[in-house]
């Protein structure tokens, strides 16, 4: 009896080794100051469906945690998958040496062609989105446009007089919060569709010190555009200590009519006061000159990375595959609501915000393009003092781009680039 227990007792053994051996398991490391939830759905469900569990690590964020990324891909102990940076940043980590090229692969043919560029080093393509993409836009709020009789502009003239038609009724008609620096740049940086409909070699010419902000006459315009903001007094008075936060709370009630801001803030705007709240926010992109080429610049996700030195490539590209996949992103979405399309074909958003909504137009119609930061690898690092100083008319727009380029410029013989 006793050798029948222990003979038992070792056929359970086997099989339970044997079930531990054929675990399929994928690591991802993400920095901790992002939010995870939605790849974490989408991992449950790949996990469900497909048996190939998430094992999610976290490492720290900004510039500390870009260090540990490289320390970690030097070493060869990055996780099979690393969330990163899409855009300027790629190029610092040398992907051609760590990262799967996934230039023609399948596993990249449904994505976007408009992300290629941003996960691309040398012509090579090393990324997939990891989420959704999201964009520079003006806020403003619905209620007070139907007010006042205002309707969406196509051009800056007709934005400049629904901004002196607010005024008019003693609105603030453009809020600024500059007591979070960053929020200074959305004018500038949201103009780059017009910026490169104006000329489309900007980025590369840019890379190449061959073109200068303070020099292109499109360039200059998105300069002169915070410039009249500031000269026609449209700004709230406390512009300089503003925050963030007290912005999006004049924009929900009214007070404010128009915030200059990236689309993430409408998952603030929802958290904060709710789905009525955010239903009345409407998004539009900056206009430029043209009414019928009314663009929005986008802001394009993150990327995930394959470790092509990892003992498990083949099984986090099949991950990846699932990920992207139209029930990928339904997981993914259901987890954490969308603040822009995604950038693979064929998703078709369906519980998003309205103001995600009057997005979609559009991306149908072609009218969008990556901001500059994820097409040249060049960016002033004072860019939101820079801004500041504009839109507080410490400085000229002449002068303020003139500035842009010299920081650019710093920055440009810094990362030892071709030209400069």
């Known amino acids: 009896m ?6 038992l007792l070792l056929v359970c ?9 054929e675990e399929k398991v994928v690591t991802l490391m993400i920095d901790n100051a992002t939010s995870y939830a939605g790849i974490e759905a989408a991992g449950k469900w790949i996990e469900e469906t497909y048996g190939i569990r998430l094992e999610i690590q976290f490492r720290p964020g900004g510039a500390e945690g870009e260090n540990y990324v490289r320390t970690l891909l030097a070493a060869g102990e990055m996780a099979d998958l690393c969330y990163f940076n899409a855009g300027a940043l790629l190029a610092t980590i040398n992907p051609a040496e760590f990262f799967v090229d996934l230039t023609g692969d399948e596993l990249i043919a449904n994505v976007s062609e408009s992300y290629y560029p941003c996960v691309s080093v040398d012509g090579k393509i090393y990324g997939i989105p990891a989420g959704s993409s999201f964009c520079g836009s003006w806020l403003y709020n619905k209620a007070v446009y139907a007010e006042l009789g205002l309707e969406v502009p196509h051009t800056w003239a007709d934005l400049m ?5 607010a005024k008019d009724a003693g609105k603030t008609a453009v809020i600024a919060s500059f007591g979070d620096d960053w929020t200074s740049q959305l004018i500038l940086l949201a103009d780059y569709y017009n910026l490169e409909a104006g000329n489309p070699n900007f980025a590369a010419d840019f890379d190449a010190n061959k073109a200068k902000y303070a020099t292109d006459p499109y360039g200059l315009k998105s300069f002169q555009k915070m410039e009249e903001v500031y000269q026609k007094g449209f700004m709230n008075a406390d512009y300089n200590t503003n925050t963030y936060d007290y912005a999006l709370e004049m924009l929900v009630n009214g007070d404010g009519v128009h915030y200059p801001m990236l689309t993430n803030a409408l998952t603030n705007i929802y958290t904060a006061y709710g789905q009525e709240a955010v239903d009345n926010i409407g998004v539009f992109g900056q206009p430029g ?9 986008v802001w394009m996700p993150n990327a995930i990375y ?4 990892g003992a498990n490539v083949d099984l986090a590209k099949e991950w990846c595959g699932y990920f992207l996949s139209p029930e990928g992103i339904e997981a993914y979405a259901a987890a954490s609501k969308p603040e822009g399309p995604f950038v693979v074909k064929g998703v ?8 995600v909504q009057e997005m979609m137009p559009y991306f149908d119609e072609g009218k969008t393009t990556a901001a500059l930061e994820f097409v040249s690898s060049v960016k002033g690092p004072n860019s939101p003092q820079i801004c500041i100083e504009c839109l507080s008319g410490l400085r000229s727009a002449e002068e303020a781009a003139a500035e842009y380029d010299a920081d650019a410029e710093k920055q440009a013989k810094q990362l030892g680039l071709a030209g400069w």
């Open 289 to 297: 000159d043209d009414p019928d080429n009314h663009g929005i610049t």
């Open 161 to 165: 007089e629904n901004c002196q038609k």
């Open 306 to 309: 394959i470790f092509k030195n």
């Open 2 to 7: 006793k050798k029948l227990f222990a003979l």
């Open 348 to 355: 078709e958003l369906t519980d998003v915000y309205a103001g």
């Open 13 to 21: 053994m086997c099989f339970s080794f044997s079930a531990v051996a």
